[in-house]
């Protein structure tokens, strides 16, 4: 309550929280009376109603709001894509082109990356651009070369989908459905994939609170689709040095507040193509189940993203060198 | 070009620049070369391109990249909604509930924002909340209730749409359909929005930039639909004390990058009831064509939002006050 | 406390907020067990304490930080610079070059904000610089400069300190001080002002918050200087279209928390001169005591933010064109 | 230039540029005019007086605006103090309080850390503390125990400077000097340390650009220190979960900008204790020349920064489990 809130606000309060189906507990402090609600419920509209009444200061929830993803119900869980696991203790690196573009440039692509040790290729047929005189994707025909290229790699096919409608079309092929970073508050997606029988990858959203990231796995969760993946990819700053800053400390924060895996995408994270190495390693380093990174045969024929794609040779270094990284952290891990 | 570029990496991206039909034009500078490519064409892409090639430091265009919507295009347009126009110099006030609850709270609020002055009707039945646990809105039940309280008062009615598949059945009902801040960028429903017959309200996203904001309208506009009205909503930044940070330059600033009718809501920009009078006398001052506040009949009974929420006296008062700064604007118009 | 912690750990809180000198007051909920701690005292090093014990979730107090500039020891204060007064009800403008360049430069802005209705003089004399190799400005020759333009004009002179070394110095030739936004956390200089005689304008720093502002302005009126005014010019956020974003709903947000004065930097806050009218009436509007802008006699030879000084001509328009809004507020206040 | 810029307009640029000292270069485009200024010179003053002409909107400089810390100067540099040496390709760690508090409480850690591996002993006399409130630091008595702590245990002692006049005192006893985030602008301070004679860590500022941190370390170098270290300790941002964002990618995009060797301190960066040692892995894996880390022996008695100091066992723990990371990281160096 406010400094001077009258006994009949006090009160009034009081006579809500005891309406709202809890147990009112008054602190008298020096200067400032505190209101105690003991109970279960769904608080979040009550304590909205609260705040609005008169002679309130503040009020505010103790508990965590998200409920199935968190780690109070349990401590680790692990996503699998056919013969795939994210977190199991592996790491899995999924990799390929920012957009699907030509036949060549995907099978060229899929391969290099296979070859390099990838699990998993990226690729997007359906593209959410900034101006609508960008490229818009390849939709089913973008699809359908995915499926192709995993057909020829036995890789696994990851791949965005940005509406509603599109759901049904987009896991026909893919094997893990991603939501984008500009889609991570697109609730009617988020419910639509609660029912899409595939694992869903969801992106943080650029300005999105680690809250709010997980109530959003939260809404893929509540409508029915435990296999959901994290993915840090940067968050919006002051910053103008790099496209994104890359957030890694969320990654052993969700790793204490979520038991969904965590990967991270260091190409958007940074917007650079010789930032992605040192990040994939401190990826690593850091606790994530794994790892997306943009790839394309010429990243300077790109249609999207070439700044931050690496290219074949570079991705095959940069797997080289996570390697030992993969194997320090494997060994820690079996260490406990 | 990066100081101690090479000739050959410089004539490389000089034969680039003309294969994408540009005109390449060398600056040596004391330190750097600079090179400029002049020409009519689709340049986000070559940007892109050109960005990823060996040698080169960075790449930029010099134009703006949002074309229907620009200034340049036209110097302000105006957006009818039945007798309600905005954009023409007068000044529009939006109000009502953030959600649409029931019957009596609606009819309630609605007839005491009319009285007061209001011209449209504000009110959500589709609500993208934050938890999956959140009330979600009265969905198709709402709609009807806001064309019934535009049938008794007279207001027009703005409505929130957030998927796709819903835009058939908003459109039914409301006046203009709103695209909230967490869809700032659903360019799936921007594109729809494009053939939807109706005017559009943009709200801008959380963490959208001036140029990405004016690029979303652009969407709609370049799929059909000129009606658009932006709305400054707040952006989010690292101050906690209020819900955003509400951004009343960026109204001066649009006034000179667009045509498109302005307003601002204060209440989101906010998130302070005692905050909103002030700032809506500052909306008035500052240049905007309108401005959208949350009314509710009992803020501490609300479902959402309450503590955003003007009680109907509080608004009638804000009304009252406004309205000098209201008529002072249209002098200095006249004036001109 | 966290969910799981045990009666041990509970206790040993107990134990520790006694030895603080609080009472410690359990409040079991349904999930979570809650300990407030009553009393008085010094709680912040308390409150870090207690955050670091086992089984402690988290720990903050009820109470706001700052009290001799809360507006719960006073309404509203009232500064000073000789017959110039903040914070009365007026509105004080506030004129001038960013930095003291020369005689004649100096005077003619000097007389020209005189003749156009401006009560107090601005100017740099010492300029804390983003580079180095930029202009640091003219010093001491700069502070005479200063008081030969108050000889002339009439004009209250306010200018920059920016080291503890130099406080004896710049309060000789200065009527207020200015702690620019770099220098809002320097507390050695905040707590050598609190002693330097004169009234202290302390900038709002670039990610300051409201709370951190507010207990910068504490430092200075903790170490004896009560004649604070508190500048709002613009804070660091993700957009680039302007210079910084001015947040004007930090004016009646201070309004409500701190008995100050408050003014606005609208050249700062936007780095744009087109924006800086229509932001001036949005100063006035929304409740602020007074107005800092930029003027120099010719904007493209100024060694300094050229791009947001108004040429004296535009002073001239803007003042013309804000005394309406001007006294639209002192009806206002009078009404009261 | 604007579209539409006159001839005139043009023309009077170009005099402009000439009159500066540079040779302008006109591109004519098809929708606009670009002007490029080549030469030598002092840019910054020219680009804000450019941008304030009539018919131009916008100016820029191609050169970056630091030349001594620039990695075009030098590849890469070390920093000695004493027998330790930062940026030869190991990796130091600097640990110790927040604060001074008691002789038992310093020499304490300072045994711990030197036990677990740590070179240099961090811990604050100087304490810039948000609120006038708390905690200021034991100032010249914190200075001698900290000297003491060196004689006893061999380690390297830095520790912060906040004042210009406190300079001369703390270099008599500390081996390398800090600058506080909030004093990163403090241009008074940096150009008193050029003259210090001691090494310099500084800190980035909470809301700084990379850009803005270098030129800040341009100062110091450019009034004739050239020892200096930087120290990325997170940024401000929206989100609160933890206390600042750890931008661990400033790290390799520092390495590629200047030669000055770069340390991290997880610490500030998250404000959690048990994210530290995660991150303090990902900072070896990202290629940082070091680590600053505070330790505590009894977090929940410290008198500031307790959240986030390790104790004694854990930061040994840290150290041990570091130690792979860094051979490996040495690996990597010695195969190049």
Excluded at 203 to 209: D, E, M, V
Excluded at 254 to 271: C, F, I, M, Q
Excluded at 318 to 324: A, C, H, N, Q
């Amino acid at each position: 309550m406010r400094a001077g809130a009258s006994e009949e606000q006090i009160n009034h309060i009081c006579d809500r929280i005891r309406a709202y189906g809890y147990t009112p507990h008054i602190i008298k402090g020096a200067e400032r009376t505190v209101i105690a609600a003991v109970g279960h419920g769904d608080k979040k509209e009550h304590i909205e109603q609260l705040k609005s009444a008169d002679g309130v200061e503040d009020a505010f929830p103790i508990l965590q709001p998200f409920k199935l993803v968190s780690r109070e119900v349990q401590k680790k869980s692990s996503v699998k894509a056919g013969n795939v696991t994210l977190g199991d203790g592996g790491f899995v690196v999924m990799a390929g082109p920012c957009s699907v573009e030509t036949r060549d440039q995907l099978m060229q692509t899929a391969e290099a990356v296979a070859k390099a040790g990838a699990q998993i290729l990226r690729g997007g047929a359906f593209k959410p651009r900034t101006s609508p005189y960008d490229f818009q994707g390849l939709v089913e025909e973008g699809l359908k070369l995915l499926a192709e290229a995993r057909d020829r790699t036995g890789l696994k096919v990851i791949t965005e989908v940005i509406n509603t409608e599109d759901v049904d079309l987009v896991r026909e092929y893919a094997d893990i459905l991603q939501v984008g970073a500009r889609n991570m508050q697109n609730f009617a997606l988020l419910k639509k994939l609660g029912s899409a029988g595939k694992p869903v990858m969801l992106k943080r959203g650029l300005s999105a609170t680690i809250k709010e990231f997980l109530l959003s796995a939260e809404y893929i969760a509540a409508h029915g689709n435990p296999d959901i993946i994290l993915c840090e990819r940067g968050i919006r700053t002051f910053e103008t040095a790099t496209r994104n800053t890359l957030d890694l400390a969320a990654v052993p924060l969700l790793n204490e507040l979520t038991h969904l895996p965590v990967v991270v995408d260091p190409s958007h994270g940074t917007g650079k193509r010789s930032l992605i190495k040192p990040l994939a390693k401190a990826t690593v380093a850091v606790g994530a189940d794994g790892l997306m990174t943009e790839v394309h045969p010429c990243p300077e024929e790109a249609w999207s993203d070439g700044p931050q794609s690496l290219r074949p040779e570079e991705f095959a270094l940069m797997m080289k060198e996570i390697e030992p990284y993969i194997q320090l952290r494997k060994n820690e891990l079996l260490a406990l």
